[in-house]
C-alpha cells in the first residue's frame, strides 16, 4: 500500500496570503488528522476528519480550517498568514476502527512564512 | 488541562546499556498512551501503544496510573534505537485528538 501523502513538501509565502496543503491517506483510511509541529510547541493537534466530517478540532483560530472528500482526501486551508504560522504541517491517517487506532503520518509540508 | 511531559530533551547512552525515556501525563480519568518514534529522515511512527502490552524492537512501557507515568524501557540499548521519541495521550471523548510531549532525543553511542 502507498503510505501517506502529503503535498507539495515545502512552501514558502508571505504573511496575509493564504495557503492550502493536501493529504492523501492510505487507501481505505477513512480518518485524516492534521498537526502543526514547531521546535517550540512541539506536536499540536489542528482537526479530525472522518467521512467527510470534522469529527474533532484542536484550539487553533479560524484561519485554520479544512475539509475532507469523498475519496477520503482532505485539504487544510490557512488563511491571512502569519510568522507564527511557519512549522511543518503534518497529516495522519487510520482506519479508525478502534479509539487507540494507529495513526500513519506522511512526510509534511514545511511552510515558510516571510 | 491534560498535559504530557518529557522530562529529557536529549539522552545519551553507550551501546549495550540500558535506557529508560520518563513520560508522564496529567489526567485524572482513564488514558490512552502511545509511543510514537522518528528515526532520522523517516516518517513519525507508532512504536507501541500501552493498551497493546507488547514488546516492540525490545522496547517495553508500562502504564503507572499511580504515578502517572508511561516509561519507555529498553535493557540492551543499540545503535539503531537513535531517534525522537514522542509520548502521546489520548482519552475518552477526545478520540484522535492526541496531546504529545515535547519528545526526547535518544542518542545510542557506539
Known amino acids: 500500500k502507498a503510505g501517506v501523502t502529503q503535498t507539495p513538501r515545502y512552501l514558502i509565502k508571505t504573511r496575509g496570503q493564504q495557503v492550502t496543503l493536501s493529504c492523501s491517506p492510505i487507501?481505505?483510511?477513512?480518518?485524516v488528522s492534521w498537526y502543526q509541529q514547531t521546535p517550540g510547541q512541539g506536536l499540536q493537534f489542528l482537526f479530525e476528519?472522518?467521512?467527510?466530517?470534522?469529527?474533532n478540532k484542536g484550539n487553533f483560530p479560524g484561519r485554520f480550517s479544512g475539509r475532507q472528500f469523498s475519496n477520503s482526501r482532505s485539504e487544510m486551508n490557512v488563511s491571512t498568514l502569519e510568522l507564527g504560522d511557519s512549522a511543518l504541517y503534518l497529516c495522519?491517517?487510520?482506519?479508525?476502527?478502534?479509539?487507540?487506532?494507529?495513526?500513519?503520518f506522511g512526510s509534511g509540508t514545511q511552510l515558510s512564512v516571510l | 488541562a491534560q498535559r504530557v511531559t518529557q522530562p529529557e530533551k536529549l539522552l545519551s547512552v553507550f551501546k549495550g546499556a540500558p535506557v529508560e525515556l520518563k513520560c508522564n501525563y496529567s489526567?485524572?480519568?482513564?488514558?490512552?498512551l502511545f509511543w510514537y518514534v522518528q528515526y532520522s529522515r523517516q516518517r513519525l511512527q507508532l512504536l507501541l501503544r500501552?493498551?497493546?502490552?507488547?514488546s516492540i524492537k525490545g522496547f517495553t512501557a508500562d502504564l503507572n496510573k499511580g504515578e502517572t507515568s508511561f516509561h519507555l524501557k529498553k535493557p540492551f540499548a543499540q545503535e539503531e534505537d537513535s531517534a525522537m521519541y514522542y509520548c502521546?495521550?489520548?482519552?475518552?471523548?477526545?478520540?484522535?485528538?492526541?496531546?504529545w510531549g515535547l519528545g526526547t532525543s535518544l542518542a545510542v553511542n557506539p
Open positions: 502521546a495521550l489520548s482519552y475518552a471523548g477526545n478520540n484522535r485528538k492526541l496531546i
Open positions: 487507501s481505505g483510511h477513512r480518518s
Open positions: 476528519y472522518f467521512s467527510e466530517t470534522q469529527r
Open positions: 500501552h493498551i497493546s502490552r507488547e
Open positions: 489526567y485524572s480519568g482513564s488514558p490512552e
Open positions: 495522519a491517517s487510520s482506519s479508525a476502527v478502534s479509539t487507540n487506532e494507529k495513526l500513519f
